[in-house]
């Protein structure tokens, strides 16, 4: 079976999900799109090969869209999700669910009085490999039962027109779910505290914000929120423990400290080091014989050249010095 | 077009390839699976839903089998690499194409006599996202020219029996394709020094290797193999060039030093850093739609509880100090 | 000149600061000792080859005291601060100066009374290789403006009887002065939040405290202050500023952000790097031959061995593959 | 007693030991300064308060000269550690003894016939902090037998003139000689790989040079050494052992990897992390009583204020919110 799937949200992230969908998601298809920038959205299915339909309601409805993808601004978010809902069908929603509680209310009791879970809320990150490692390093196995958790998120340039509350509802919603979902956890208090701003803060707004909650369970939960932090985006958290420290740094990886060593786990063996270069391989294989690109990957050549290199090698186990690698010219065909 | 693809090995890495196939390439299926281990065979392809067959002849030849995966013993590589040639098929071979030159001969002469390129060698660090970034690395825009390239391949016990001949032929084959690969080179010479063996070494046998590859282009490429070395599995490259270094270590990431900074790429949007979550994401949510996992990712309850929380921190933003986040409780719906 | 110093105080920073001042600093020497525990003063005493005093008074008062350094416990500093004012001697004073505002205005009071600046505290991080490269990290030619600093202090195990308050005025006071140090500004308001405390922390008390500084400028300092971590003792150091982010790891060293690259800084010159190297090596060797120390360093052997194999190389130079080095044996004089 | 060094050599070199034992070692003094450069010979013996000699002679026969520093020229180095033997002076003579093993034997002789050990040389990284924890990580303790040891020795540009002889002569020797230390092994044979070479290579010179040794015991050691590498300086050093592997970067840290760990040693207390700052201090607090400096360190005003923003913050500990903190103005006395 081969779900088919319709985007509502021809933008940045709409576009991601679409692509995802269409070329690397196995078990997906993506049939139909809607933007209210028409163009925006016939230019998208053009590209992925389906239709751009003319009004929401016939994205959601139509029967060739068994699932929806929600991908628009977050204040459309809610009424669409309500709309799918409607039509029980199953929907990924982009977060935030609404910017304010009260739309976020009638959604949830939509959703319960139909008494069926098809409602995903788009929060990635609980799919990172690093926050995934990250939550494993919580708890007896790892450096014990949380304290405290660090959180820093920084961007180049907010891409969505800085406002204050926006870094909260728009950025920090990130790091409001994944410490919930990393301690199991929910929140009892907050505050913000406003320094000094930086230097590409709009008038009117503040920037960086730091953001403190406390949780039921008594962990103490900041988060630097820096949207206009001008050297780059980069995404930390560090949970402190009753028994140790672990980093989740730039790039996901994990490093943790307990027992006097600061240190970074080592694979056993090659097939986690080199897992995604498996499944890539492969992709780019089938791709070129589908003819959707050319010849790619090595060679027989570079197997040839590869057995001519390894064979003098072995020949010099034998011997005590210099052996030639004496590789013949290269055919027409692999030039 | 989906490509069907027969798989000949259901060892480790032919169970990688066929799960990849399956499960995370689209446009691929997985249709028959040949291993003179039968029971094997016939185990792997229960799991994927598709046939064993009896003998190599019945995959290579069947109808539904458009492409071969060959990934048998290494000895057997070029004989079945000929079979799938006279038949005309795709075919991505595991490395190494042949433990001899003769018999890699044997295949290129065959291909070229066909005179259209069928085969690909599974050297799958080509994919790796830290070699491809190692790669950009090299030339005008990054480090210069290579003058000196430094590899270090590790395994916690060599997994096929250690022979110091294997240790060229099996395992710093990867290392003889991707310095070729990355320096677009040819090796021109090699010595291989042996000195002092490690405890784990069997009698007889020498390990860790020091190989060391002169290219025609003059750059030295020396190769620490050492498949007994306890600690665990590491790869690591790092490439000296005219105007600086880059080192890609465990985890594929790179670091280059340059004019008096050592450091690591900083990206410009979070699409970067969360690429892999994004895809992740959605694989996960089509298969919860298809019936193959439970409901995964934030429910709505997940969002619903975010908005809450945001919502009490911006009124913080209006206030100087601490906020109740009044949670409603849970709906079983969601328990 | 050589500056006459006694010491009040012989426990671990005592002993440490006594140890400094007659064996690694040229220009002191150390004459007097004093302590309640009269024993390990006559023992610190001994060791050094000087005198303990039987009471403070006498230490003070001494002619052959010229400067006084006060190690005692923390309740003692004000009291003994103002009787070295009282005689005018240059003291260096461990902090806190007092662990109350009343008792430090006394001695501010009495030194401002003198006009003239005789009493140095011992917050030793400013001299700290680690914090005074972050403290150029500030400003134009590196990070830019401060926003935030990110503070972290943990140990092991606190030595001293973990109390909430201690953590305060004994520990959390090295933050506290060494980010007025490196933001050159006063705090303007403070807050503590307490979450939910390690394992390890005694009944009655709170354990790690996360506090919360804001200064006039508007700068937010925040200090992770965890006395019972477990782990080990570690103290880092985040400055978040207008153009970038400089991280001070354990060991001191720097870590810049800034403009898409995290890097750390590359010395031009062998000089920097090895600095400490060049000091110690001529500490050993005068301490060699004033017969402190057994004869120490590289022998005449050790640069007649590395002439040998250094000659071997260049011979190397002008051929292809293996020269034999050729040491004589060694005599008996340097076995 | 205080040991009276003359130096012979007011270079770079000389000029740094000079500095070192006039002001850093206690116990030492500087009593004459030689250089055929008389009137660096004068500057520098001006600035440390001491006398230049004219003559090589003058030096070593001088009453007042206990010890003897030889900083001058590679090529000179025997010779004057001939005469400073003559005269019985101990002395430390920088690295290479001798650029040829004869001029190395007829010291080495003339040492043994004395039955003395007088001479040391310059091989100042067995000091160094990060080489020190290298030898420690070797044995048991630590990461096992040592198997392989790579080495890397980078210049930003060689300032002595690039010759491809003077690179092992004058910059690999110190890989010479610390890889023996290191190891406690003498090397058996030695080989030198020259690649392409680097574009700020003067011609007819050979740039970067790889060396390969193999120590009696079975040990291959190789040493890239890159004298004109543009980017800046660079030593690292990493041992691979039967155990596992330890690295040594940059700045002399420590990175062991062991069991599936790469990890950094945490440490215990304070005192090691700030070692280096108490020593500092200290220094700076006498040169300040000397009057070499003017007052530094935290002032009394320091340790006001930060026991003002301590006892807010206790008083914080006790509500749940902002205190503020009330800083009196500062006195004159403070500004």
């Known amino acids: 079976m081969t779900i088919r799937v319709?985007?509502?949200?021809?933008?940045?992230?709409?576009?991601?999900?679409?692509?995802?969908?269409?070329?690397?998601?196995?078990?997906?298809?993506?049939?139909?799109?809607y933007d209210v920038d028409q163009p925006a959205a016939t230019a998208l299915a053009s590209e992925l090969g389906c239709r751009s339909t003319a009004s929401l309601a016939d994205l959601i409805n139509a029967d060739d869209v068994d699932a929806v993808v929600i991908a628009s601004p977050d204040g459309l978010h809610a009424e669409q999700a309500l709309a799918?809902?409607?039509?029980?069908?199953?929907?990924?929603?982009?977060?935030p669910l609404a910017p304010t509680i009260e739309a976020a209310q009638r959604v949830l009791d939509a959703e319960v009085a139909i008494g069926e879970r098809l409602l995903t809320l788009g929060f990635m990150r609980r799919f990172d490999p690093g926050y995934v490692a990250l939550k494993r390093e919580i708890g007896a196995e790892g450096i014990g039962t949380p304290l405290m958790v660090h959180n820093v998120h920084r961007n180049a340039a907010f891409a969505y027109g800085l406002t204050t509350e926006g870094t909260v509802t728009n950025a920090a919603i990130h790091e409001i779910?994944?410490?919930?979902?990393?301690?199991?956890?929910?929140?009892?208090?907050v505050q913000v505290i406003m320094g000094r701003s930086g230097p590409d803060t709009p008038d009117g707004q503040r920037d960086p914000l730091f953001i403190i909650y406390e949780t039921a369970g008594g962990v103490v939960v900041d988060i630097e929120a820096?949207?206009?932090a001008r050297y780059g985006y980069e995404v930390t958290c560090q949970v402190?423990?009753?028994?140790?420290?672990?980093?989740?740094?730039?790039?996901?990886?994990?490093?943790?400290?307990?027992?006097?060593?600061?240190?970074?786990?080592?694979p056993e063996q090659w097939i986690g080091r080199f897992r995604d270069a498996y499944r890539i391989e492969m992709q780019a294989w089938i791709d070129s014989i589908r003819g959707r690109a050319g010849p790619t990957g090595a060679s027989l050549w570079d197997g040839f050249a590869a057995t001519h290199a390894a064979e003098a090698a072995v020949e010099s186990l034998r011997s005590d010095g210099w052996v030639r690698v004496d590789l013949p010219s290269r055919p027409d065909l692999y030039r």
């Open 6 to 33: 319709g985007v509502i949200g021809a933008g940045n992230i709409g576009t991601a999900h679409a692509h995802n969908l269409a070329t690397a998601v196995p078990g997906s298809t993506v049939t139909a799109i």
């Open 84 to 95: 799918c809902l409607a039509v029980r069908k199953p929907t990924l929603c982009e977060k």
């Open 177 to 189: 779910d994944i410490n919930r979902w990393l301690l199991e956890d929910e929140y009892a208090r």
């Open 226 to 228: 820096f949207m206009m």
């Open 240 to 266: 402190v423990a009753s028994d140790g420290v672990s980093d989740m740094g730039d790039g996901g990886y994990i490093t943790r400290t307990t027992a006097r060593v600061r240190g970074q786990p080592v």
